[in-house]
């Protein structure tokens, strides 16, 4: 009986899978026909850098595993990547730092997340272009004359939505950033938000919040795709447009606007001192031994149990290491409010109310700790009965 009912679920995913593998073949070409023809060939570029075919392959690989697809959408995802410098992207910058751009842009060794977004076909992006004053404004207007509804728009930064959003006021003409995001949103295929400024409102919106800025999705009523984070992972924007290309419109979102593939487990979920946490070994403060041994860090205020994001997985820096790998406890940058809900950021949060709602790690680690201390207790216990056994026997004989 469970053999019959494990071929039957075996029998729907692959129907499922096949039926997703057709979509996507039919989306893909339709992008092929309807996107503007590359600039360089993708395979000519990797080749320039030094990258190889079997390179490339491997980190389709990882890539489709990264977007939780199985192996058959190696292939898919190659084609999508070949195609991404033709998608047209309009970059819009609002109340921010830049420092999204350039967690983008800069790398020490590129590889293949990074080659991608070195030709990514940037129609307008502020921080980039040559062009200034009227001669940047041209550009947009021309960005969306040429590809309406077939750009993405990328927002970085927050909006300023108090006194008619003149907080904010961008371009020659004087126009609002609110104006600005409205008109551009309203003809892209898809927004995208790079980062808490743009996806929650984050540092500018943190209280008392005298601009009243907020995040794209609520300045503008729309539906988002939030790359969260201060700032995001590169791989899960390379991600996000491969899904587009792969198969369309959004991916799959949580609550919060967030790719279910990238944001759907917490950091504790996956973090590399997690057995340090769960054997109540914590690092009381900065430099003691706990943390030369690489212990947890929820007592110097790590956020990782209340924050959802993949960062111990894809890690930065070309994959090199991690805030909490590095030393320092997350600090829930991908969660909304998170300078007023996290904050004291290296203090632990005492309350439970926040993100998953679970109990304080506190109460949680004390009650391993105490069961724990049982367990050795009951196993001294036990261990000191059979020796005492053995012993009563060896006496015996
Ligand atoms: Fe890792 Fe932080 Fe969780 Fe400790 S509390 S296991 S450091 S995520």
Redesign the pocket.
Known sequence: MAHQKSAHYDRVVRKQYREWLDRCSVHLDRMDSELPPPVEDFRDVLKERGVSRRSFLKWTSIMTGTLMLPPVFKPMVARAAEQFSRVPVVWLHMAECTGCSEALLRTSYPNIDDILLDTISLEYHETLMAASGYQAEQCLEKALHDFPGKFVCVVEGAIPLAMGGRYLTLGPKGKTGLEVAREVTSKAAMTICIGSCSAFGNVQAAKPNPTDAAGVGRALGLQTVNIAGCPPNPINFVGTILHYLMFGGLPALDGLGRPVWAYGK???DY????P??DAGE?VEEWGDDGAGKGW???KVG????Y?FANC?RVRFNDGISWP?MAGH??IGCTEPNFWDTMAPLEKPIQDAAIGGGEAT?DRIAMGLTVATVAGIAAHAGATAWVHRNDNDTANKE
């Open positions: 917490r950091i504790h973090c590399e001192r997690r340090h946490y914590f947890c860090l929820y790590c956020k990782g149990p924050t111990g909490i406890g997350c790690v």
